[in-house]
Nanobody, 120 residues
Framework: QVQLVESGGGLVQPGGSLRLSCVGS????????MSWYRQAPGKERDWVAT????????FYADPVKDRFTISGDNTKNTVYLQMNSLKPEDTAVYYCKGTRRLGGMTREYWGQGTQVTVSS
């Protein structure tokens, strides 16, 4: 059974930090590129960051560049999102996703999400 389970969300003041974790099971975690997405109330789900399966390359959406850091530990089947200098507009449900492209086919898995609220 494939699972991605996020944790680490919560309420934080503007300027604060949080670290989200996403643990995968039921699939070969190290062969998947891992990403974080977020969805604010009434808005579409937006891509936040991606780390390649080899873990050597990271990509960030412009609104979070230089504030968020994605990292992974394949020995723990875990991907992290370190979020610093948080702003109220970062408030959203954060989801992790695993993606693997092989032989023209794409396989994706999503977690259930974790709420992040930035407010004073």
């Amino acid at each position: 059974q494939v699972q991605l389970v996020e944790s680490g969300g919560g309420l934080v003041q503007p300027g604060g930090s949080l670290r989200l974790s996403c643990v995968g099971s039921g699939f070969t975690f190290s062969t998947y590129a891992m990403s974080w997405y977020r969805q604010a109330p009434g808005k579409e789900r937006d891509w936040v960051a991606t780390i390649t399966s080899a873990g050597g390359t990271t990509f960030y959406a412009d609104p979070v560049k230089d504030r968020f850091t994605i990292s992974g530990d394949n020995t723990k089947n875990t991907v992290y999102l370190q979020m610093n200098s948080l702003k109220p507009e970062d408030t959203a449900v954060y989801y992790c996703k695993g993606t693997r492209r092989l032989g023209g086919m794409t396989r994706e898995y999503w977690g259930q999400g974790t709420q992040v609220t930035v407010s004073s």
